[in-house]
């Protein structure tokens, strides 16, 4: 399970959804199940973005505002966004926001190729992306890979493959701010993630293999089932 969850985290986000209904199932203890998935997740998605880096180009002077905006961003949302927004808020927000994505992705091609020019309008946008998406991931998480993947991809003109490494970069910045807490208090299962790990850094290469290699309309497949499975996960569950 944790080899199809870094599989399918590593294309379209939303590894979580199963990743930490299984840690449960297995019988890791609840106060270690988010600590561990934390780290299994980090150092899969940290995998990944390694071996997309050696195939698709990325600006770093560009994307560097939103690896520290998306940090920022992540902070701010577990610091203080619980205080001013609830879980109950939040998850309606998503059942409104969801079905407007595929919507509007069922009538809109993703993007083969890249067509943006590093204006002040686009970092602006980048920068508004990454502190919004990572104030998301800090306070509520679900889905985070995936709204930074079609952010880049339908707000900024990236094309699918650059932003989905582009999304992993900041996600995996977004990320590190929640694994230093979890290391420092020790929330972690290290027995789970001895064996936890090597499969979901497999799951994640196997991953970046298809966003490198795969046609672009099964990219949005993907992207569509996950955004299905995270709905149906916010009603029910």
């Not at 970092?123 to 990572?134: A, D, K, N, S």
């Not at 290469?205 to 490198?212: C, D, P, T, Y």
């Amino acid at each position: 399970m944790i080899f199809f969850a870094g599989f399918v985290d590593c294309i379209a986000g939303g590894g979580g959804m199963i990743t930490i209904p299984t840690y449960l199932s297995v019988g890791v203890p609840p106060h270690l199940v988010l600590g561990t998935n934390k780290m299994v997740m980090s150092m899969g998605t940290l995998s990944a973005v390694i071996r997309l880096l050696c195939s698709v180009k990325v600006y770093w002077r560009t994307i560097i505002l939103g690896v520290v905006l998306a940090f920022i961003g992540s902070l701010l949302g577990a610091k203080l966004i619980s205080h001013l927004v609830s879980y109950q808020l939040m998850t309606i927000l998503l059942l409104i926001i969801i079905p407007t994505i595929l919507i509007i992705g069922a009538f809109k091609n993703y993007r083969s190729e890249s067509n943006y020019t590093l204006t002040p309008k686009f970092y602006l946008h980048l920068g508004l992306v990454c502190f919004i998406v990572g104030a998301y991931d800090g306070f509520f998480g679900p889905g985070t890979g995936t709204f930074l993947f079609l952010g880049f991809m339908y707000i900024l003109s990236m094309s699918a493959k650059e932003s989905v490494t582009n999304a992993k970069i900041v996600n995996l910045s977004a990320n590190f701010g929640a694994l230093i807490y979890f290391l420092w208090t020790g929330n972690i299962d290290w027995y789970i993630v001895m064996i936890a790990l090597p499969a979901a850094m497999m799951g994640y290469l196997l991953g970046a293999q298809f966003v490198l290699k795969a046609n672009v309309k099964w990219l949005k497949k993907i992207v569509m089932l996950v955004l299905l499975g995270l709905m149906i996960k916010l009603l029910f569950f």
